[in-house]
Structures are given as structure tokens and as C-alpha cells.
């Protein structure tokens, strides 16, 4: 089992920036491709951005890319999501999740664990 908590959701204006942050306990940190999703209401869950085992390599939703980063620290078995010139349109609920895959996924069904999820508000 792998235990997944976010920090750092919020309300922001239009053109901020917010850094998402994921604790992950439990299994080895370093097994698990990391993904940041997003569900806004009723939509669909939908894929921010990914990262690999090492950190090496990053995929980023075409909605996102060039605003968003992810990132990892194995000492902290923690992965970040920075977001800048946040848009009304980012406003979700965002989850992080741990997929135990060889190569990044983009579907949820393709994770395997899930946090529970942190608020972003975007006001514009």
C-alpha cells in the first residue's frame, strides 16, 4: 500500500502561481511513476502531468505545458506541482497518484494509488 496526502491547494487569483505538494508513505517512494490529475465539476478526471521513477522525465498535458512543473524529492518522498499564470479554468479538485508502470500513464484507471485530494480556486 502506498498512502498519498496533498497540501497546498487554495484560492488564488488569476495569473498566480500555487505549489501542490504530495507526502507519499508506505511503499518504496522510487517503485512509482507519480502523476498529478485534476477533476473539475462535472468533468472528467483528467491528467496534469507525470514523472518518472527518477525524476528524469516529465509529461505535461498540452492544457498546462509551459505553466506547470512537476517534480520529485526521494528524500522527502514527496512530489511538487508548481503552477503559474494560473487561468479561471484550472479551478479542480487535484489528485496525486502512484502508478507502479514502467513508463508514465495518462488514465486514471492505470494508477494505482490515490491521495484524497486538494482544492484549487482560481478566481479571475
Known amino acids: 500500500q502506498v498512502q498519498l496526502v496533498e497540501s497546498g491547494g487554495g484560492l488564488v487569483q488569476a495569473g498566480g502561481s500555487l505549489r501542490l505538494s504530495c507526502a507519499a508513505s508506505g511503499r518504496t517512494f522510487s517503485n512509482y511513476v507519480m502523476g498529478w490529475f485534476r477533476q473539475a465539476p462535472g468533468k472528467e478526471r483528467e491528467f496534469v502531468a507525470a514523472i518518472s521513477r527518477t525524476g528524469g522525465n516529465t509529461y505535461y498535458a498540452d492544457s498546462v505545458k509551459g505553466r506547470c512543473t512537476i517534480s520529485r524529492d526521494s528524500a522527502k518522498n514527496t512530489v511538487y506541482l508548481q503552477m503559474n499564470s494560473l487561468k479561471p479554468e484550472d479551478t479542480a479538485v487535484y489528485y496525486c497518484?502512484?502508478?507502479?508502470?514502467?513508463?508514465?500513464?495518462?488514465?486514471?484507471?492505470?494508477?494505482?494509488?490515490w491521495g484524497q485530494g486538494t482544492q484549487v480556486t482560481v478566481s479571475s
Open positions: 497518484a502512484a502508478y507502479s508502470g514502467s513508463y508514465y500513464a495518462t488514465l486514471p484507471y492505470e494508477y494505482d494509488y
